[in-house]
């Protein structure tokens, strides 16, 4: 009775090493997370972060790398068509990333 109580606990804890070096392994891999870039004008541009606004549906937060650089959050407009950042409004270029951004959630 004893022998089959200490079996069963060292094959528990076997058990338990197992799962939690498994999980050790498993964990400590890096997920794979691409942003989605796009070759604009002889730039790699890539969305970082893209947020919705609540208040106005045709605004959204944008977080952009140009060329690996990460750049401030700035706002584009789909409505009229403007990337606002803090110090001024800007319209969209042709074929450039407010479309691009604008055309994502059409």
């Known amino acids: 009775m004893l022998g089959r109580f200490f079996t069963n606990l060292c094959l528990s804890t076997t058990l338990l ?7 050790l392994v498993i964990g400590s891999i890096p997920k794979a997370i691409a942003a989605p870039c796009y070759p604009i004008q002889s730039h790699t541009i890539c969305l970082l972060d893209i947020q919705r606004s609540a208040k106005n549906y045709w605004e959204y937060r944008v977080k952009i790398s140009i060329d690996g650089v990460v750049q401030p959050v700035e706002i584009y407009n789909c409505r009229d068509r403007l990337r606002v950042s803090k110090q001024h409004s800007t319209p969209f270029l042709v074929h450039g990333i407010g479309e691009k951004v604008c055309s994502l959630f059409k």
Do not use: E, H, T, Y
Request: proline residues 0%.
């Open 17 to 23: 090493v197992a799962l939690l070096l498994s999980n």
